[in-house]
């Protein structure tokens, strides 16, 4: 399964697994830590790492989506440039600049949160994730400037990207579809022969009811519907089903992917935009109060993709049975065929 699409969504589901492994040691020590590791400063450190750690891979998943919906338009409703452009060495391009970027994207998050010192009521040290002086300084210029970064670029800039080319993808894939039908229906038929080897052609009549079964009937279920896409690079003659070829499928697993993270980060950044047009009063009443119900959404956002492929992919699920759950199959094909007989004999003789 070794594609250029496939590359992308390796790197997706890698971004995925980072946040969701990631989560877990976080979200233990605040269930379960009690209020002496809550108020440790090493812990408040470990909270400022896994924020760092999580949003830098969060945003990496989300740019490598918006790449996904990128390479499926153009393989969808650009054809003739997608084997020039949806190659190997693009998606491993593009997904080097991504992992890259990412990072240095998040540098202002990086320069606004620290741990600072506190006393609870009863006087003992406290240790929280506070806005470092810097954030605060010059009139909150870097809090802002991480807002207006977070909200703008990491959070509405995919979202409106993905609510214009998914349309867009949805429109080609029609298209597509329609034309493929009207070549098969314009498809030259070969001369029908009768049942006793005479050639129609002596039988006019009998001749344009062949053609026309053949060319809008007959032919459509005879014509190999073979659509080849190296953003793809499947074969479609293995994985067709029902009439949809693979390249329906994948899109159609990837416009869900990309609905879901729709779905999910859209609100994230909506409120993160009107925390910077209203400023502190609304991030600590709205924003952080919604805090884990949104993180709740960015992981079952990351951990359903899994399900997807399955569900909607049936080469991934042939090539998931054939890696982990073969071991018996393959025992079964290397047995020897003289084994196979006297094993068929033994169990029909007790039958």
């Given at each position: ?27 233990t ?7 002496q ?50 190659t ?35 006087g ?31 959070k ?15 429109r ?27 050639n129609?052609?002596?039988?006019p ?25 190296l ?12 009439g ?22 859209a ?72 084994t196979k ?11």
């Amino acid at each position: 399964m070794t594609t250029p699409t496939n590359l992308l969504l390796l790197g997706l589901a890698v971004a995925d697994l980072l946040v969701e492994v990631e989560y877990i040691p976080y979200a233990t020590s605040s269930l379960l830590g009690g209020d002496q590791l809550m108020a440790a400063k090493e812990h408040a450190l470990y909270v400022l790492i896994h924020a760092h750690l999580s949003h830098v891979c969060h945003t990496i998943a989300i740019w490598l989506t918006v790449s996904l919906a990128v390479w499926r338009w153009v393989a969808v409703c650009r054809p003739h440039a997608a084997p020039s452009i949806c190659t190997m060495v693009h998606a491993r391009r593009v997904l080097l600049t991504v992992y890259l970027a990412c990072p240095a994207l998040a540098t202002p998050t990086f320069l606004m949160y620290t741990v600072k010192e506190y006393h609870n009521k009863a006087g003992a040290k406290v240790f929280r994730v506070d806005f470092s002086t810097l954030a605060l300084a010059h009139d909150e210029l870097l809090k802002k400037i991480n807002f207006l970064v977070y909200s703008v670029l990491v959070k509405l800039v995919p979202c409106l990207l993905l609510t214009v080319l998914m349309p867009a993808i949805i429109r080609g894939m029609w298209v597509a579809k329609s034309r493929r039908q009207r070549l098969v229906c314009r498809r030259p038929s070969a001369p029908v022969s009768t049942t006793n080897g005479a050639n129609n052609n002596s039988d006019p009549s009998a001749t344009t009811s062949a053609r026309r079964f053949s060319r809008c009937g007959g032919g459509k279920k005879s014509a190999v519907k073979k659509s080849l896409s190296l953003a793809d690079g499947v074969d479609h003659k293995k994985t067709h089903k029902k009439g949809e070829g693979a390249t329906e499928r994948t899109t159609s697993m990837l416009l869900v992917v990309m609905l879901l993270f729709l779905l999910t980060e859209a609100p994230q950044g909506v409120l993160t935009g009107l925390s910077l047009v209203y400023g502190h009063d609304f991030f600590s009443d709205c924003y952080i109060q919604l805090g884990d119900f949104m993180d709740l959404l960015a992981l079952i956002n990351s951990a359903i993709n899994f399900v997807l492929y399955c569900v909607m992919s049936l080469q991934f699920r042939d090539t998931f049975v054939n890696l982990y759950c073969g071991a018996c199959t393959r025992h079964k094909a290397t047995m020897p065929t003289s084994t196979k007989s006297v094993t068929i004999h033994a169990h029909n003789s007790h039958i």
